[in-house]
């Protein structure tokens, strides 16, 4: 059971490159939610450019936002995964969440990170086929897997879907099934 007097805090890195539908629709969800969604820019500014060109203000940088705690850490996927891969502090952050026991998302190419980290060894996972090489146990045509505090998903294609799935998680199945009526999901 959730407690509705806990608010659950969220981290969402954001590198230039970023896939702009599976970092906003999660995004969006949580906060609809109630969740405290800090988007972080690994750059040294409070800014991040998608895949598609679309530009950001973020709440602050990734160093910035490090130095505090979150309930769950979110690593949107497209290219800028390779930014996130190539980021010790990102690294720092993974291991430090997991250590923790707190959750660890990531979507599309993202899971990369997190089995570059080590924590994808014997456990249930999907990501982007475009990544399958790199992930040999993928479970390709699951939508959404969560093992133990970790959850991945496909793609752009289930980004609402997930972020419903990590409001579940954070806030509760109910609050979850609220928001997914009031979008018409």
Known sequence: ????????????????GFEEIEAFAPIDLLR??????????????????????????????????????????????????????????????????HAAGRWLAAICAAPTVLNDCGLLAGRRYTAHYSVAPELPDILAAEKIVTDGKITTSRGAGTAIEFGLHLVSLLAGKSKSEEISKAICF
């Open 1 to 16: 059971m959730v407690n509705r007097y806990f608010m659950a805090t969220a981290l969402v890195p954001l590198a230039d």
């Open 32 to 97: 609809r939610a109630g969740v405290t969604v800090t988007v972080a820019s690994l750059s040294p500014h409070n800014h991040a450019t998608g895949r598609s060109d679309i530009s950001v203000q973020t709440d602050r940088t990734l160093t910035e936002a490090m130095s505090k705690e979150y309930d769950l850490l979110f690593l949107p996927g497209g290219a800028g995964t390779k930014f996130l891969r190539a980021d010790a502090r990102v690294y720092e952050l993974v291991l430090k969440q």
